[in-house]
């Protein structure tokens, strides 16, 4: 039996080594076909992006959670003793953390085409772990065609990993 059904909604997680679950990685969609014997049967169709292939692995079911327990979820939840002043806290971070927060200068430090995402992630906290090639090379990815030629955004995203593989075969 298949782990997925055709509709279902499934949510990507990243698998190492698997840039496509890197870049998806939370984007939710719906599973639109399944194409036996490959490597990635599950086509999910995402808003506003289109259609890509995925492994099992690579996918799981969808179920929103309420901000409360999505933090429980991320924290794994309260250690046994914690106190229930302690708990009223995370309880507390939880809701107030779902509320809109004044971004400031939304035009230098936080540009739309930086905070696109459907996840709600801001790019530069995927590239601010990583070096200075890797960070373009997600950038340009990031918001290719949405602040001007797509094409463009790609031969320089393409460029930066290019210096990339340079790097990593002149330290081997």
């Not at 259609?51 to 959670?65: I, N, S, T, V």
């Not at 250690?79 to 309880?91: D, S, T």
Request: aromatic fraction near 10%; glycine fraction near 8%; hydrophobic fraction near 35%.
């Amino acid at each position: 039996m298949e782990k997925f059904q055709i509709g279902d909604r499934v949510r990507v997680h990243v698998v190492n080594g698997q840039l496509a679950t890197f870049l998806y990685n939370q984007r939710v969609g719906e599973l639109t076909n399944i194409y036996e014997g490959g490597p990635y049967p599950y086509e999910v169709q995402f808003e506003k992006v289109g259609r890509l292939c995925f492994a099992a692995d690579e996918l799981e079911h969808y179920k929103p959670l309420t901000p409360g327990r999505r933090l429980l979820n991320e924290t794994k939840g309260l250690a046994y003793g914690v106190n229930a002043q302690e708990a009223q806290k995370v309880m507390k971070a939880a809701f107030t953390s779902a509320q809109k927060v004044d971004r400031g200068n939304t035009a230098v430090e936080h540009p739309s085409h930086y905070t696109s995402h459907p996840s709600g992630v801001e790019c530069i906290e995927i590239t601010k772990h990583m070096n200075f090639a890797l960070g373009n090379a997600i950038k340009y990815l990031w918001r290719a065609g949405l602040k001007g030629d797509a094409i463009q955004d790609l031969e320089k995203a393409r460029q930066y990993i290019d210096i990339e593989i340079q790097r990593l075969k002149e330290t081997a």
